[in-house]
């Protein structure tokens, strides 16, 4: 059976301290206030990470989503890090307001199945190696001949061409290529990896756009195409402007640990009760806020106190000034001085503070769900707010294959071709 769309509990549909849409005009369509990706279909046939969260936030706000998967070989991800009950949380997240069918792409039955969808389709998502959905004749001559206005989003390691194109690839390949690890650690430590998928969930964002992207322009063209994103590329985008700082001043940026050569202080501190905050001063204003709170103004006198490399500069000496200050106070007493002084300071939280920390609760950036195989479960909500046409979670993670016949009965296969799939080991 297709999931309970109103199964989610205590949802925030409008950012706070707002009015809510007006909904009595004359004027006012119901299709107005519907989620902004209603009537997109989208077909997940990615794993492991970024295919899948691109087309996760696809369907936050309102597209339909159909995960397709290997009968025999589901998504990794259900199987990625703790379970509750045999059933893996994570994928609660990564498959939420997805549907949940199998198909064996491999077999002419899929083949043929899989051409009956994408013609239905705005959408599809695979990460496949180079050449796999060519070799299953399901390459882009055959989906965009089955719909022209198909867009196609290829993610993979390292893109569609080049020498590593037929590597495997997986995130951590690209945090450490991107130059990310190498300026990720303390100057004297190895080069440092993310305790989680940082490369994959940036291209997971980059995919959807990159999607949204193609989107608009089959409104102006009426033609679909194909977005070749490789993991590789987006996180080497946010890492900023070192290639610039390369090509025009042979600028290699070193590791800083928690320091940054472009202000300071920057730092995290250890408070007198053994917790620890962050603080930042990179605008010029702050960094004087700072210092006076600690009662150094004398350095804000400084000449080189009035850039930020300067500051950068002489990080030991601001670093014993705040740390020093912070030391000899509770983190309750630091957390009020910075904030009554207008300075920027965050406490170093876990996910047990993330929980409870008011702000976050304030945003609605958690949310309660009811899930029908694990019961009531908090997790991150949609990734922004929209005021008339907000997303929401509709449903978490469904079991493997669980809206298998629901869906290809909906495409108008009768329930002897079902039974036939299933007899060829297609489903």
């Known amino acids: 059976m297709t999931p309970d769309p109103d199964a989610t509990e205590a949802h925030a549909t409008v ?37 899948p969260i691109a087309a996760m936030m696809l369907g936050d706000f309102g597209a339909e989503v ?29 498959g939420r307001n997805k549907r949940a069918v199998t198909l064996d792409l491999s077999r002419p039955g899929g083949r043929a199945t899989l051409l009956r969808l994408a013609a239905t389709a705005d959408v599809i998502v695979e990460n496949f190696r180079p050449g796999t959905l060519e070799r299953w004749e399901l390459g882009w001559p055959e989906l965009s001949a089955a719909n022209p206005r198909l867009v196609l989003a290829r993610v993979t390691g390292f893109g569609q061409f080049g020498p590593y194109a037929s590597r495997p690839g997986f995130g ?45 322009a089959r409104e102006r063209t009426g033609r679909g195409q194909i977005v070749d994103m490789a993991i590789i590329e987006p996180i080497l985008t946010v890492l900023g402007p070192q290639p610039l700082w390369y090509d025009q001043l042979g600028y290699v940026q070193p590791r800083t640990g928690n320091r940054t050569q472009n202000n300071a202080p920057r730092n995290t501190y250890r408070t007198a009760d053994g917790t620890w905050v962050a603080v930042s001063a990179s605008a010029q204003s702050v960094a004087e806020r ?50 009554k002084a207008q300075a920027a300071i965050a406490p170093i939280q876990d996910v047990r503070d993330v929980v409870a920390d008011p702000q976050y609760q304030a945003l609605g950036t958690l949310t309660t769900l009811f899930d029908p195989e694990l019961g009531r479960m908090r997790m991150q909500n949609v990734l922004f707010r929209l005021s008339d046409t907000p997303g929401a979670i509709r449903w978490a993670g469904r079991p493997h294959g669980a809206d298998t016949e629901a869906v290809l009965t909906e495409l108008g296969l009768t329930p002897e071709e079902v039974a036939a799939l299933r007899a060829e080991g297609v489903l």
Do not use: C, Q
């Not at 070989?73 to 997240?93: E, M, T, Y």
């Not at 940082?198 to 989107?215: H, K, N, P, Q, R």
């Not at 950068?312 to 601001?318: C, G, N, V």
């Open 15 to 51: 950012p706070p301290h707002t009015d809510p849409p007006h909904t009595d005009s004359p004027h006012t369509d119901p299709s107005d206030t519907a989620p902004p990706l209603t009537g997109l279909r989208v077909l997940d046939l990615a794993t492991l990470f970024a295919g």
């Open 66 to 94: 159909i995960k397709v998967e290997h009968p025999a070989r589901p998504d990794p991800a259900r199987g990625h890090g703790p379970a509750k009950n045999g059933v893996g949380l994570w994928w609660k997240l990564l």
């Open 172 to 216: 951590t390949l690209a945090e450490a290529m991107s130059g990310f690890a190498a300026i990720t650690g303390e100057p004297d430590a190895p080069p440092t990896l993310p305790p989680f998928g940082l490369a994959d969930s940036i291209a997971g964002l980059a995919t959807a756009y990159a999607v949204l992207t193609a989107l608009a």
């Open 290 to 339: 700072v210092l006076r709170l600690v009662g150094r103004p004398e350095l804000i006198a400084e000449p080189w106190f009035a850039t930020g490399s300067g500051r950068a500069a002489h990080a030991d000496l601001l670093d014993e000034a705040v740390g020093g200050w912070i030391a000899r106070h509770t983190r309750t007493e630091v957390m009020a001085a910075f904030e």
